[in-house]
């Protein structure tokens, strides 16, 4: 039947509610399963040894001595997983990352592994580990690592988009351009060019459950895996692709997930534990340590930007560009790219280029956080914006307002935009009563946009009504933080039920057709669309097995408020049925009562906030502390309205996080010196104040509820919304994130003059 | 050298283990006594996931030998509810969708019960910094708060 | 590694000067563990002090506080009477760690850990407190600036234990304070910290002690900077010259908590704020 994914405006009864989440028992009572909460019979514990250096030649692995230590039941090195990718580069990378292959890329990389007995055992045959290294010369600065004579981090690596076609290996992977018009033309229009420089420090994504899986292949070549992951089916077609097993033969099961955002939707240690259950012939549980979830996996890139912005004196912007080198770690990747195409998205720009470039350097291999690449480059955009309205004497945000990207806008990435949400948040900042408020001294405020893109992708998802017309929704999208909860609202809302009559569950891999995994704010967008549709499958059987039990045409059935009711004149007077009562005659009027969908959820719609800011700085120590915070973002549509909030809450506070105090601080050796949550600095629970929200619903013409992903967006503008209020508090500009103590007090000291 | 019998309470329970003698009873309590609501998030003391309170004092279970627990008395996050009631902090966090992924809620659950023990009004900053020793990743901790203030209002009508 | 508890301290002499392989004792562990968790040791012998009785009290006596080894951090807080007494002592305790590390963490551990940053030392040394330190043969009292020698690095010789720290009595007119500097507002190793502990006499300041920590290998006791206040009833001219004294002392360097830039000027503008704090404190006592 013909899925209709457009908007139709309706009247709803649970949509909009904040009914209890259906796993919030077990995760209040200890119950819940994570990463690291399963156990096999016979499991053996796995342990991984990482190179000390941020670059070296790996000359020799001596493992005789660790595979002879009693309770030793397997070591494995790049030679027990053998290149099966068949020139595929992109795999061949992901597969050295797990295990390096004859080179270590950087301090944390994976150079082999043990499984063992006991935990005691599998420390003690790592240090028994003899690895021979020759160390090469390192670069962890993207600035340094783009300079010519900078060590080549890869010799296989030569710069695309560039003309001519270079002939020599280049840290720097692609060049980028995106944007329209003539921004030379656009320039010589301006009253006022602003040009800057910024730079953003590395930062992890944090969540607070390390990487944990549990691996049993055997001898007959099938497996499962247990893993925290936030996509087990794409988990799945890596795994086994990597390991050579058959995509049906590996079933891979997501355990509760203890936060993502990003860095869980990547393999790390997984395919190794595979490969150590493999020539163990046991089940594997490897989990990682803190140490080694911040040395060895997902952080996000540090960057380099530049912004020049011209603008009439009138506030009318005549020309923008930007160039932004992002560093990827070892392995070539898109996020300079996208951070390129998220730079001006939020503006309507008649002349516009950003030039985005991707460089290697000896760090861990960087993976998505949260909108990745977007808030490093609304960091630079946003604090040239505010200081752009400053030199024309504008106000911050009637200067947005002015520049404002609407819908017909031209993007500055490419498409054209449908009805969008940035105007709407900037006029509600415009009237929020956060912006009348008094500061007091030392105080300052700040404001700033974001843009993300969100994404649909492929979705499959079933329902099926049991005997006693209760419905088990089954999905395939992982749960990071309350998508139960809203795709049972979804259930029952187009069933017409009360929402506890539904049961949300994930499916494991062998239970459910391919999910794309819950990124890119996709989970609710995409399931929630995969649900509407599998329900008004349902009712079509519904409607049918009533026609049944009634014996009229099924054309005379309709379905409304959770029952079926005949109409037209001669069957109008017929008791209606509802969902229960058809449910218990469906072993005599035709077996089981289901509907099933699957979809490529595309048009997810794109997304915009606008956040206000106040902190109050100590012009002594350079400490500073948010003071008030309020985040305004479109939801499209709010299915849960409290993890709509909860979503705005935390991408806001990760934001404030990353602008003060979070980053990846490296020696002169290329090591990491702060993997643990003692100085890779987290907010805690006193350095927040309440996070107030106002979710918008502009709705998204491409869903039938007008849902669009709420997930990443609020992390874009928190480091440009703090750097403008710590300039309006004590009068100097930070243009390195994070703006910590120190960099603070030298920014007041050199504006002071002492 | 030879494991240690460890003769203990957890959550008013007799429970005896034997564990080598440098195992933390973190994992002690998850891998012996099959405790798995006490998450390791960092093993060091700095994210409070393994909260515990051991003979009523708040502690990080992962700074604990599993052979300092000899005769005393744990609660976890297991023994927080009465039967199928749960506490009035599991109940709130709940309601006011206090947890997104869930990983942090039994340490903050313990923790936020030592100080509605010690402290039954709190003011919003005194519970902030009484769970400053809690990370939490996903919320920007603003739901917890609520729910654990909405949960002292209720434990002190009784 | 073999796990001990015994239950004297005698005892726990006994076991560290016996043991031939590397020999910890463990108080509220909250440093110990964390070494051990990161590989940095692997003990041979690790020895529970927390059920010696003798380590476990708090006793204040005609010439002062005796507070043993194993007194966590919350025990130390919920003491009213020393709080009263030396509520700098007890506050740069009270700040070591969250909850959860104030239950188990002992200002003996945190001497002993020997942290250039330790936040309980500078307060213990402007405060005159003394360290018992037990040996095999021998009972000494020693002052707790002799017990730091470098980082990571004590005094104390194999076997011996500290089994207290002595406050001496809090004179009239007296107050102290600890200050330290965090990027957060809990839960960091202080970049900079000062504790500051000075007597008046008719609102001048007759007698002051002044320590700073996480500016040198070692906490720092700086007579230049307690001279810099006595005399004086902490006027702007006293502050000024106190914080250029403890610039002056202060011998930090680069790391990922700050830099010699930062530590050398904000050192003063903590050591100014604490002073301000003993001060009013001492007037009000």
Known sequence: MPQDTSYTDQNFKLVGTRPRRPDGVDKVTGRAKFGADATAPGQLVGLILRSPHAHAKIRKIDTSKAEKLAGVKAVVTSADLPD?????????????????????????????????????????????????????????????????????????????????????????????????GDVEAGFAQADVIVEKSYKTEQTHQGYIEPHACLASVRPDGSGELWVTTQGHFTFRNICS??????????????????????????????????????????????????????????????????????????????????????????????????????????YDLKNVKSVGYDVLCNRPKVTAYRAPSAPMAAFAVESTMTLVAAEIGMDPVDFRIKNAAKEGTLASYGPTYGPIGIGPTLAAVKNHPHMKAKLGKNQGRGMACGFWFNFGGQTCTDLNIGIDGTVTLTVGTVDVGGSRASLSIIAAEELGIPYDQVQANIADTASLGFNDMTEGSRGTFSSGMATIFAARNAIEVLRERAAQMWDIPVKAVVWENGEARATGKEHGNLPVLSLKEIAAKAPRTGGPIAGHNEVVADNAGVSFASHICDVEVDPETGGTKVIRYTVIQDAGKAIHPDYVEGQFQGGAAQGIGWALNEEYIYGEDGRLQNAGF???????????????????????????????????????????AIGNAVSDAVGVRLNHVPMSPPRILKALDEARGS | MPGLLVSTTVNGDAIEFVCPQDETLLDSLRDRVGLTGVKEGCGTGDCGACSITLDGRLVCSCLVLG?????????????????????????????????????????????????????????????????????????????????VQAAAKQMRKK | MRFESPKTTREAVALLAKEKGSAYVLAGGTDLLVRMKTGLIEPDLVVDIK?????????????????????????????KKLKKAWPGVVEATNLIGSDQIQGRCTMVGNLCNASPAADSVPALMAARAKAVVVGKNKRRT??????????????????????????????????????????????????VSAGISLTLARGVIKSARVALGAVAATPLLVPAAARAIIGTKLDDVALEKLAAACSAACKPIDDKRGTIEYRTKVVGVLACRAAKIAYQRAGDA
């Open chain 3, 51 to 79: 059920r010696i009785s003798a380590m476990q009290s708090i006793k204040t006596t005609a010439s002062g506080t005796r507070i043993g080894a194993a007194v966590s951090g919350a025990e130390l807080g919920e003491n």
């Open chain 1, 678 to 720: 003692l100085d890779y600095r987290i907010p805690v629970c006193s350095d927040l104040p309440f996070i107030d929200t106002e979710i918008l619903e502009i709705p998204n013409p491409n869903h039938p509820y007008g849902v669009r992903g709420v997930g990443e967006t609020s992390i874009v503008p928190p480091l440009a």
């Open chain 3, 142 to 191: 020693v002052a707790v600036e002799k017990i730091i020698t470098g980082p990571g690095e004590t005094s104390l010789a194999k076997g011996e234990i500290i089994e207290a720290i002595i406050l001496p009595r809090r004179s009239t007119k007296s107050g102290d304070a600890f200050l330290r500097f965090i990027p957060r507002t809990e839960m960091d190793i202080a970049v």
């Open chain 1, 241 to 346: 692709s990597l390991l050579g097993m058959d995509v049906a033969k590996l079933k891979v099961t997501a355990s509760e997930i203890g936060g993502g955002f990003g860095g869980k939707t990547h393999v790390w240690m997984e395919p190794v534990a595979l490969a150590l259950s493999r020539k163990a012939n046991r089940p594997v549980k490897v989990v990682m340590s803190r140490d080694e979830v911040f040395r060895a996996t997902g952080p996000t890139c540090s960057t380099s930007i530049d912004v020049k912005i011209g603008v009439k004196k009138n506030g009318t912007i005549t020309a923008a560009t930007a160039e932004l080198r992002y560093q990827n770690g070892p392995f070539p990747a898109i996020w300079g790219m996208l951070g390129a195409m998220t730079s001006f998205a939020c």
């Open chain 1, 84 to 180: 099966l990718t068949d020139g595929d580069r992109a795999m061949l990378d992901i597969l050295e990352n797990c295990m390096a292959r004859g080179r270590a890329l950087y301090d944390g990389h994976a150079v082999a592994a043990v499984a063992a007995i006991n935990a005691q055992t599998a420390r003690k045959a790592l240090k028994l580990i003899k690895v021979d290294y020759k160390v090469l010369p390192h670069v962890t600065d993207v600035d340094e690592a783009m300079k010519p004579g900078a060590p080549i981090v890869q010799d296989w690596v030569f710069t695309t988009g560039v003309e001519p076609k270079p002939n020599k290996p280049s840290n720097i992977s692609q060049r980028n351009e995106f944007g329209h």
């Open chain 2, 67 to 147: 052979a300092e627990a000899n005769g005393r008395e744990i609660e976890t996050v297991e023994g927080l509810a009465d039967g199928d009631k749960l506490h009035p902090l599991q109940d709130k966090f709940i309601e006011y969708a206090a947890l997104q992924c869930g990983i942090c809620t039994p340490g903050f659950l313990i923790a936020a019960k030592a100080l509605l023990d010690r402290n039954p009004n709190p003011t919003v900053e005194e519970i902030r910094y009484g769970l400053a020793g809690n990370l939490c990743r996903c919320t920007g901790y603003d739901k917890i708060v609520r729910a």
